[in-house]
């Protein structure tokens, strides 16, 4: 059994599995995932667990390069984003569309469905190297 860091298998499984520039989505439970895309779902009820635990729990084992959210967050969901810039300070964001964002989820690994229920509640994680 695993001592330390992230105990479920579909995501240590897909983080052990990226390389360079490759993405990984963690989305709030609203987000529509593409049929053929492998959906990890942790949600268990409405926010729970919620986006931020979820986000701090990979960035804590995954080698983050930049993340990527929907413009719409700033405007729609302020905390939310001001917690991503505060806590993520050293990381380079970069906003597109949320109609883009959604097209975008086609080219990562996996999308992480949590249980947050509030809107834009989503990044693009793209991942870095330890050298």
């Not at 995954?62 to 810039?85: G, K, W």
């Amino acid at each position: 059994m695993k001592k330390a860091g992230i105990l479920n298998r579909d995501i240590a499984s897909v983080l052990s599995q990226m390389g360079h520039t490759d993405t990984l989505v963690i989305a709030d439970c609203g987000l529509p995932v593409p049929k053929d895309k492998l959906c990890i779902d942790v949600s268990l009820k409405l926010n729970v667990p919620g986006f931020r635990k979820v986000l701090e729990t990979v960035a804590e084992d995954m080698v983050i390069e930049e993340m990527v959210l929907a413009e719409e967050i700033r405007q729609s969901n302020l905390a939310l984003h001001n917690n991503i810039q505060s806590t993520y300070r050293e990381l380079p964001i970069r906003y597109i569309s949320h109609k883009e964002f959604k097209r975008n989820i086609k080219d990562a690994r996996a999308v992480i469905r949590t249980g947050e229920a509030s809107p834009f509640a989503n990044v693009i994680l793209k991942s870095g190297v330890l050298f």
